[in-house]
C-alpha cells in the first residue's frame, strides 16, 4: 500500500555538498510538492509541480532546485548544503480529481543533517 | 489564506471523545477546512474536510458553526495511536488538486491511558 516514496530516512551530509532528495509517488497524481518541517516553525512549502518539467516556487525556495523529468518523481536539490538546511524534508502528491475528497499524500519524510 | 489559531496542545482520557477547536474568523466563502494530523516521524495524513454542513467519516467528524468562524474535530472514541499534532487549515478546493497547503504549528495533542 506504499504510495509516496522517499528515498532515504535519514541522511548526512557535509557542508557544500550537492544534495539530491528522491521523492515518487504510484498514484499517477498530477501535482507533486516538497516541504521542510522545523520545530516552532511547522511546515513550510519550498517547491511544487503541476506536471511535468513544470514547477513553481513556493514559500522558502532560497538554496534549493527541484527537478520533475517524469510524472512519478520530484528531485529536491540542494545545491551546495548548509547547516541551516538541516531539517526534516516531506514530499507529498494530490490528484486533480480527487484532492478535494482525499487531500494530499504525503511520504514518511528524510531528515537531513549537513554538518 | 485564512488564518488559523489552534490551542498549542491538548490532553485526552483513553476511550473519551477528543475536540479539538480551531478558530478561523478570516474564512472567505469559497475555502474548506481541512483537517490534517501527523504522527511522530510520520509524514501528515489527510483527516477530513468540509465547507459548511458537518461531516463525519470513519476516522473522525467535523463540526462547523454557522457562521464558519470555527470548527471542531472530533475523535469520538480517542486512543493511545491517536495521539499526534493536529493541524487545521482552510483553503479554497478547486478540481486541480495543485492548491497549496499552508501548515500552522497544530495542536499536539495526548491522549493518556
Known amino acids: 500500500d506504499v504510495k509516496v516514496t522517499q528515498s532515504s530516512r535519514y541522511l548526512v551530509k557535509r557542508t557544500g555538498e550537492k544534495v539530491f532528495l528522491e521523492c515518487v509517488q504510484d498514484?499517477?497524481?498530477?501535482?507533486m510538492f516538497w516541504y521542510r518541517q522545523d520545530p516552532g516553525l511547522g511546515l513550510r512549502l519550498i517547491y511544487f509541480?503541476?506536471?511535468?518539467?513544470?514547477?513553481e516556487k513556493g514559500d522558502i525556495p532560497e538554496g534549493y532546485s527541484v527537478s520533475r523529468e517524469k510524472k512519478e518523481r520530484f528531485s529536491l536539490i540542494l545545491e551546495s548544503a548548509s547547516t541551516n538546511q538541516t531539517s526534516m524534508y516531506l514530499c507529498?502528491?494530490?490528484?486533480?480529481?480527487?484532492?478535494?475528497?482525499?487531500?494530499?499524500?504525503f511520504g514518511s519524510g528524510t531528515r537531513l543533517t549537513v554538518v | 489564506d485564512a488564518k488559523t489559531t489552534q490551542p498549542t496542545s491538548m490532553d485526552c482520557a483513553e476511550g473519551r471523545a477528543a475536540n479539538l477547536p480551531c478558530n478561523h474568523s478570516?474564512?472567505?466563502?469559497?475555502?474548506?477546512v481541512y483537517w490534517y494530523r501527523q504522527i511522530h516521524s510520520q509524514g501528515p495524513q489527510y483527516i477530513i474536510h468540509?465547507?459548511?454542513n458537518n461531516e463525519t467519516n470513519e476516522m473522525a467528524s467535523l463540526i462547523i458553526t454557522e457562521d464558519r468562524k470555527s470548527s471542531t474535530l472530533i475523535l469520538p472514541h480517542a486512543t493511545l495511536r491517536d495521539t499526534a499534532v493536529y493541524y487545521c487549515?482552510?483553503?479554497?478546493?478547486?478540481?486541480?488538486?495543485?492548491?497549496?497547503?499552508?501548515f500552522g504549528t497544530g495542536t499536539r495533542l495526548t491522549i493518556i491511558p
Open positions: 507529498a502528491s494530490s490528484d486533480g480529481g480527487t484532492a478535494a475528497y482525499y487531500g494530499y499524500t
Open positions: 498514484m499517477d497524481h498530477e501535482n
Open positions: 509541480s503541476y506536471d511535468v518539467k513544470m514547477k
Open positions: 478570516t474564512i472567505s466563502g469559497n475555502e474548506y
Open positions: 468540509g465547507l459548511k
Open positions: 487549515i482552510v483553503r479554497v478546493a478547486t478540481n486541480f488538486g495543485n492548491e497549496k497547503l499552508t
